[in-house]
């Protein structure tokens, strides 16, 4: 059975890179690269969820999700967010009708 552990894990390997040279972590690269190079990564993975999804490949959904999840993971290390905040937020509306959520927010 899976659970959020996976996320969890994913979420310290990615912290402990902080640190990393860059030279030899992908991670250390993408976050001593700076904001706009995760932001970019983020977008790319977007789009190729985007196109697995439109062609039907559910395997490929699969791979492309995983990817955007885990470049995800690298942007809230960045701002020094984890896992279990996005997780609070996601309790904190489970039961909620999206549209009620919605229109709770404040108004910019």
Not at 41 to 46: F, G, L, Q, T
Request: with cysteine; hydrophobic share 35%.
């Amino acid at each position: 059975m899976t659970n959020t552990t996976i996320l969890h894990r994913l979420a310290e390997t990615i912290e402990s890179r902080k640190s990393a040279d860059a030279d030899s972590s992908y991670v250390a690269k993408l976050l001593h690269g700076g904001h706009d190079k995760i932001l970019k990564k983020i977008a790319e993975e977007s789009a190729e969820t985007l196109m697995a999804s439109k062609d039907g490949n559910l395997e490929q959904i699969i791979y492309e999700t995983a990817d955007l999840w885990f470049h995800c993971l690298v942007l809230l290390a960045h701002h020094g967010l984890t896992p279990d905040d996005v997780l609070k937020e996601l309790e904190r509306r489970e039961g909620v009708s999206g549209i009620t959520e919605k229109a709770s927010r404040k108004k910019e």
